[in-house]
């Protein structure tokens, strides 16, 4: 057993699960941290994909109330019916964009200048978002979204297959431009995430399965261990962080790293092409 590799898997573990609800990209993090740790490759791509699935566990341990009370009333109740239709629809904009254009997303986008690039404009975004007028809010409940608003939701969404964009980050603050109150829009793509990221890690270990043996099970174990942990910490501190407080610190901490990636880039401090 590698104890480096797995102290390296302990580490993006950490990466993944306290980034992964943040607007400031998991996957732009993984990148960046998978090149300063010189773990890369096919399998560690399968890898960074497959630790989401740990960070999703905690998200459905945080909102194991809300989820067991809608999975009850779908027999009896329109708003839980509504509820799951409107996470279903939200969903299919990515799965269809992603099957179509991943791969080449993946061969030509997933390079530490990209992420950099989309931090910042993505940082950009959120002061945008966060200079909303006052009364431009329409859907203050999840509960109270439509179809047509999940869908909007779910195309925003999308802006996410580009690596550093953020897939947190492209539901939380487009549900905000779109008229969701910032919890409505928190909530929503907590609930969103389940669906879309164990899905995206069960495909992936699927189609790659040629490259994994029971060899690579003990790395993946302490990648999902580690990014349970750390996500179940993140998403409660978060949940308490928006009720009285906006994501304009996060905007300048993504125009900041973004600029330091570049900088470090283009100086030579830092050698990103790996």
């Known amino acids: 057993m590698d104890l480096v590799l797995l102290a390296k898997a302990a580490v993006m573990g950490i ?23 010189g773990f890369g490759g096919d399998k560690a791509k399968v890898f960074e994909i497959a630790i989401q699935t740990g960070a999703i566990f905690a998200v459905i341990l945080v909102y194991w109330s809300k989820i067991h009370s809608t999975v009850v009333a779908l027999p009896r ?32 986008l997933f390079t530490p200048i990209v992420v950099a690039t989309t931090f910042i404009v993505g940082g950009f975004v959120i002061l945008w978002a966060e200079k909303r007028p006052p009364g431009s809010v329409r859907v203050e409940n999840v509960d109270d979204l439509t179809p047509w608003d999940a869908l909007k939701v779910g195309l925003v969404q999308c802006f996410a297959l580009v690596p550093g964009t953020s897939r947190s980050g492209s539901t939380i603050i487009g549900g ?9 829009a928190t909530d929503f793509s907590f609930f969103l995430a389940m669906p879309t990221l ?8 699927y189609k790659e399965r040629a490259l994994l043996s029971m060899a690579d099970l003990p790395l993946f174990a302490v990648g999902l261990l580690f990014s349970f942990l750390s996500a179940w910490v993140c998403v409660r501190w978060l949940l308490r962080y928006i009720s009285s407080h906006d994501f304009v610190p996060f905007a300048w901490y993504r125009i900041v790293f973004g600029l330091i990636v570049w900088l470090t880039a283009w100086s030579g401090v830092v050698d990103w092409s790996h």
């Open 15 to 37: 990466v993944e699960g306290l980034t992964e609800f943040l607007p400031i990209s998991s996957t732009g993090h993984l990148i960046l941290a998978g090149s300063l740790l």
């Open 77 to 108: 109740q329109a708003k839980a019916r509504r509820f799951v239709l409107n996470v279903l629809i939200a969903f299919c904009p990515a799965v269809v964009l992603g099957l179509a254009f991943g791969k080449a997303i993946q061969a030509h």
């Open 176 to 184: 905000m431009l779109l008229g969701l109150s910032r919890k409505a």
């Open 198 to 205: 164990i899905g995206a890690g069960i495909y992936s270990l």
